[in-house]
């Protein structure tokens, strides 16, 4: 609508300079629509049968449902079914840099929509839509592997600053002997 009237106003002619605008700016007149359709081209009778039957049809319309057909599909991780462990997502307004899930917690029972858990030492009924499966590495590691480990570390450490002393004790007593 607004190309229309403004295509109007560009072809309005000025009283005090008898041109328009489009006269002034591209040196012709402007078509406009009035232009293309003449009076004569159009029908002025409208057919009273015609009418009623488009008032007809257009009450036997039915309103198209916008809705998609069927239950919309949610996802659902197949690791929830067998999973021993789970991270809730926290449902409210957490400060910045606050991971938005707590856990892992440990599932004491699962159904097809809940979960039983243990949340700081109580059970708590939890929603599957809150939860996202715990991924945790096996541990597998033996208590024996890692004390000799740490053994090794410490003597290697030791030795490591005994020879740093060892280095500087050695330049402290040559630059006494060359002063």
């Known amino acids: 609508m607004l190309p229309i009237v403004l295509l109007g106003l560009r072809s309005a002619l000025k009283e005090d300079i ?5 006269q002034l700016v591209y040196g012709t007149t402007l078509l406009l629509l009035s232009d293309l359709v003449t009076s004569g081209s159009i029908n002025q009778t409208i057919n009273p049968t015609y009418v009623a039957s488009l008032i007809q049809a257009m009450m036997s319309l039915n309103p198209v449902s916008t809705a998609l057909p069927g239950a ?3 996802y659902m991780n197949t690791s929830l079914k067998t999973c021993s462990h789970i991270c809730l997502r926290s449902d409210k307004v ?3 840099l606050t991971p938005p899930y707590t856990g892992p917690h440990l599932i004491i029972s699962r159904n097809d929509k809940n979960f ?3 949340l700081n030492g109580k059970q708590s009924s939890v929603s599957i839509d809150r939860a996202k499966p715990a991924y945790q590495l096996a541990d ?6 890692h004390t000799q ?3 090794i570390i410490e003597k290697t450490t030791t030795a490591l600053i005994e020879a740093v002393f ?5 330049n402290l007593f040559k630059n006494i002997l060359n002063s």
């Not at 060892?166 to 050695?170: G, V």
């Open 166 to 170: 060892l280095f500087f004790k050695f």
């Open 116 to 118: 039983i858990i243990d």
């Open 72 to 74: 919309p599909k949610i």
């Open 149 to 151: 480990s740490e053994q």
């Open 140 to 145: 597998d590691t033996d208590n024996s592997d």
């Open 18 to 22: 008898k041109a328009t605008c489009a």
């Open 94 to 96: 957490n400060p910045p």
